[in-house]
């Protein structure tokens, strides 16, 4: 299986009451995720999340700490995906949407409501309000169909 490294950033309002979500298209509908994606050949995991929200939503961003590391298997795709999501700080940059054909949507969430789109994990309500730090996720096939 080929390794796919894949970086999500976590990203909250100044009063730390919303999480900014992207409504990415696919092909079986489309789907809430925090900004992120595979990083690139040569790439460092930190280059990678910060491109990626730039490019999902069009602000800069700031790595502080890590949030959480998972990892799935997608037999169909012969990928062993590895999952890093960072926390970060909105350092500048407006929200815009320069990738029509991916994203549909770029929001602000309230904590409560994102927890059921950001599948990290079943069993995790409560992670995003910072109840646990770092924790380590195999995310199991029944997981991975959103």
């Not at 939503?57 to 999952?83: K, M, P, Y």
């Not at 949507?105 to 904590?111: A, K």
């Not at 994990?121 to 309000?129: D, I, N, V």
Request: glycine share 10%; proline share 3%.
């Amino acid at each position: 299986m080929k390794r796919v490294d894949v970086t999500y950033m976590l990203l909250f309002d100044e009063p730390g009451e919303k999480v900014l979500l992207v409504k990415n298209t696919g092909k079986n509908g489309s789907y809430y995720t925090l900004p992120g994606g595979a990083a690139e050949p040569g790439e460092t995991l930190e280059e990678a999340a910060i491109r990626e929200v730039k490019e999902e939503t069009g602000l800069d961003a700031e790595i502080r700490d890590i949030f959480s590391v998972g990892e799935g298997f997608f037999e169909d795709r012969g990928h062993h995906t590895v999952f890093f999501t960072f926390r970060g700080k909105i350092t500048g940059g407006e929200i815009t949407i320069t990738r029509p054909e991916e994203i549909e949507e770029v929001t602000w969430m309230n904590i409560e409501d994102a927890e059921e789109y950001v599948h990290i994990t079943r069993g995790t309500t409560g992670l995003l309000k910072g109840d646990a730090l770092a924790p380590y996720l195999l995310r199991k096939r029944s997981d991975l169909s959103s």
